[in-house]
């Protein structure tokens, strides 16, 4: 089966753009997450959604950043006037059901974003 | 709050040596531990996760880790390792009450023949 998918793959914007990313988590699948890769790191955790709800957007670093999922499938990250420190590899991922914390996630192949 | 501690940024080994990725954890609650893979080209994918029972875990393709609760620690371990096993490593905590991961910094698995 299809698993996640998230476009585009890569992004190169300028200093003061908005860009916005896009997830499509595995069908069925009730929770999504957002997590920034930097070069060197491990994925940092940003926010994540059950259904339509955003449960948890405590690593969102500002509110240049923002995320929906408004009919409790695809999901937008939203980062607004775009600044260099924000280059980075965005991952998306769904479970079939997160509220236990025991669920496998599912990565999706990220979308690199870099800012000029 | 939570940290994950991968003290090896890299690990270069033989074909059919043995290897241990180490990952320790802090954490003022009790937590799941993960290790994820990431192939070349490719997605992170999970490997093996402890949630409860025995300490000892095993993958599919040859993998293990023992969760030590009083080290805080979840070593990654490999009897022999193959060209395909070059990856990076990502050992990974879920506090129990939270959905999120908490992600090491990874190590390199670099295999040569």
């Known amino acids: 089966g299809a698993g996640v998918s998230q476009s585009p793959r890569y992004k190169v914007t300028k200093r003061g753009q908005d860009v916005a990313l896009r997830c499509d988590p595995i069908?069925?699948?009730?929770?999504l997450y957002w997590y920034r890769q930097a070069l060197g790191q491990g994925p940092e955790f940003l926010t994540y959604?059950?259904?339509?709800?955003?449960?948890?957007k405590s690593g969102l670093p500002n509110d240049r950043f923002s995320a929906e999922r408004p009919e409790g499938s695809i999901s937008t990250l939203t980062i607004q006037r775009t600044e260099q420190r924000d280059s980075a590899m965005y991952r998306c991922?769904?479970?079939?059901?997160?509220?236990?914390?025991?669920?496998?996630?599912?990565f999706g192949p990220g979308t690199r974003l870099t800012v000029l | 709050a939570q940290s994950v501690t991968q003290l090896d940024s890299q690990v270069p080994v033989f074909e059919e040596a043995p290897v241990e990725l180490r990952c320790n954890y802090s954490?003022?609650?009790?937590?799941?531990l993960f290790w994820y893979v990431q192939y070349p080209n490719q997605g992170l994918q999970l490997l093996l996760k402890?949630?409860?029972?025995?300490?000892l875990v095993e993958s599919i393709n040859g993998f293990e880790a023992e969760f030590n609760k009083s080290q805080t620690s979840f070593h990654l371990r490999k009897p022999s390792v193959h060209i395909s096993d070059t990856a990076e490593y990502f050992c990974?905590?879920?506090?129990?009450?939270?959905?999120?991961?908490?992600f090491g910094t990874g190590t390199r698995l670099q295999v040569f023949p």
């Open positions: 991922a769904s479970s079939l059901d997160g509220l236990a914390g025991t669920d496998t996630q599912y």
């Open positions: 069908s069925g699948h009730v929770s």
């Open positions: 959604f059950n259904y339509e709800a955003q449960q948890d």
């Open positions: 954490s003022s609650v009790s937590v799941y």
């Open positions: 402890y949630l409860s029972g025995s300490t």
């Open positions: 990974a905590v879920s506090p129990y009450n939270t959905d999120k991961l908490i």
